[in-house]
């Protein structure tokens, strides 16, 4: 009885304590969830977060390379709790290479560069801070609402919205490297690993997740716990940022090491020198949530729809390729499976024969009318930045876990095969 009293006691001072000292943290969630939504009109993944005070919903669009969260500062901002980010803060000081570039109106506002890579244009503006809440989660269902009090964003001007879908003030970026990306700042703010883990829903009516933190990551029905379940590959650090921010400072993308591709099992023959990143950074393969479609160099290109071609044998009849695909099928011989159309395998083999990334049907293809399927791979001409871009398309139903800390990359492959899918995640909260 005493031990019980004086443990009771004890946890009613310390959460005291922790309130009266840091009121917002004295809840500390374990991991954070984000919904997703696919556009129809533009395939661009949006979300929403609460921001500034009063708090209003702001819609964004996903930018996983992304390495902050930007926002229109010049029409409608209305915060009372909006300020900019002081050039002789310890935070502003932290991110610089050279303090004099991005610290500007007389040393007094710190600066920094947000990019639309949709549009491809980028500005220089002001760092500021304002409220940002987002919802906490235990890996099955959404919790407690929990705020940051000084979430760093860049402010852009109207301008910077060009491309982006209807009613979007910005994106929100996940990239790696830069102390400003949201899974960074909620890590630093919440105490939680450096993790956080994508799942993108190809529906345009169910949202699909972004967690942040570390797992579980539940999906119904059948209550799996993804996290446990991944493949692991390293993620590779480019040296050179190529899109972007300020020159001479790495790349905040995701960058993976593909070795080689597989077609049915059969190795591609490709010109393994644009697989990896030259002295200047062009090369090697990212993925990407702005790209709605996997955008290939153009020999790496034609040799998968060769190869791809080859492996349907006879009876698949190609025809009139529909844009921005090159490469279209009849779908009259072509069966279903739970993980869509019966289609040659991709493989993407990463950093050895066992390690590899299985591209099926579901995620190969796009249905573009009732007997027309095209593989959802695009050219992406000669010379690109990046040989190979993963876009949305194949990205979509399978969980990409980003660990920052251990630089790696685990990934579920399809979740149709496991019953599931990333629209999948109970959102119901349990006080709704
Ligand atoms: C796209 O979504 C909007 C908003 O949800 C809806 O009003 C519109 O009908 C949809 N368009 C198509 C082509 O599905
Ligand atoms: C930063 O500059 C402002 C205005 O010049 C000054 O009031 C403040 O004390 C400075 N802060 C630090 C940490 O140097
Ligand atoms: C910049 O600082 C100098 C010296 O402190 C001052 O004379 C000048 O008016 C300031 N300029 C602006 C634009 O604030
Ligand atoms: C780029 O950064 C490296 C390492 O931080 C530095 O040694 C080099 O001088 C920088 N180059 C330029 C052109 O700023
Ligand atoms: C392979 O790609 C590299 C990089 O673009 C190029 O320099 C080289 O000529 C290519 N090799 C062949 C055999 O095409
Ligand atoms: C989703 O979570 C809510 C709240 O915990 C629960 O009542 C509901 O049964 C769950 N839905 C399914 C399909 O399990």
Not at 44 to 57: C, D, E, I
Request: charged share 15%.
């Amino acid at each position: 009885m005493a031990s019980s009293n004086f443990y009771f006691y004890f946890l009613l001072f310390f959460s005291l304590l922790v309130f009266s000292s840091t009121a917002q943290t004295s809840f500390r969630p374990k991991a954070l969830v984000l919904r997703i939504t696919k556009d129809n009109s533009t395939l661009q993944y949006t979300t929403h977060v609460a921001q500034r005070t009063p708090h209003v919903p702001v819609k964004l669009t996903l930018d996983l390379g992304g390495e902050y969260l930007w926002v229109d500062c010049e029409q409608g901002y209305v915060s009372s709790t909006f300020k900019p980010l002081p050039c002789n803060s310890t935070k502003c000081r932290g991110r610089l290479y050279d303090g004099s570039r991005a610290c500007m109106a007389n040393d007094t506002i710190c600066m920094e560069s947000p990019y639309n890579p949709i549009a491809s244009i980028g500005t220089t503006d002001k760092i500021a801070y304002d409220v940002l809440s987002i919802q906490s989660t235990d890996g099955s269902n959404p919790g407690k609402v929990v705020s940051v009090p000084k979430f760093n964003f860049a402010c852009a001007s109207t301008l910077y919205l060009q491309e982006l879908a209807s009613g979007v003030k910005g994106m929100a970026g996940l990239g790696r490297s830069n102390l400003d990306s949201l899974p960074l700042q909620f890590a630093s703010t919440f105490g939680f690993q450096r993790k956080f883990a994508l799942c993108l829903s190809p529906s345009t009516s169910f949202n699909g997740a972004v967690f942040f933190g570390d797992g579980p990551y539940v999906l119904l029905p059948n209550n799996v716990d993804v996290s446990k379940s991944l493949t692991y590959t390293p993620l590779l650090l480019n040296h050179q940022n190529l899109v972007g921010g300020f020159l001479n400072e790495s790349s905040a993308e995701y960058f993976i090491g593909v070795k080689s591709i597989k077609i049915e099992g059969k190795t591609v023959p490709l010109n393994t020198t644009l697989l990896s990143f030259d002295r200047l950074g062009f090369g090697g393969t990212k993925i990407s949530t702005v790209e709605p479609y996997t955008v290939l160099e153009r020999s790496i290109y034609n040799a998968i729809v060769r190869a791809f071609v080859k492996a349907f044998g006879s009876n698949v009849r190609r025809v009139t390729p529909v844009a921005p695909f090159g490469a279209c099928f009849s779908s009259k011989n072509i069966r279903s499976t739970r993980a869509g159309p019966a289609v040659p395998t991709i493989d993407l083999v990463l950093q050895n024969e066992k390690a590899y990334w299985r591209i099926l049907g579901a995620n190969s293809m796009v249905r573009v009318s009732d007997d027309v399927l095209c593989l959802g791979f695009v050219d992406g001409g000669l010379n690109p930045l990046t040989s190979i871009v993963i876009g949305g398309q194949q990205i979509e139903d399978n969980l990409l876990q980003f660990d920052l800390a251990a630089s790696r990359l685990g990934f579920s492959s399809s979740l149709l095969l496991k019953q599931t899918s990333c629209s999948n995640f109970n959102f119901t909260s349990v006080n709704a």
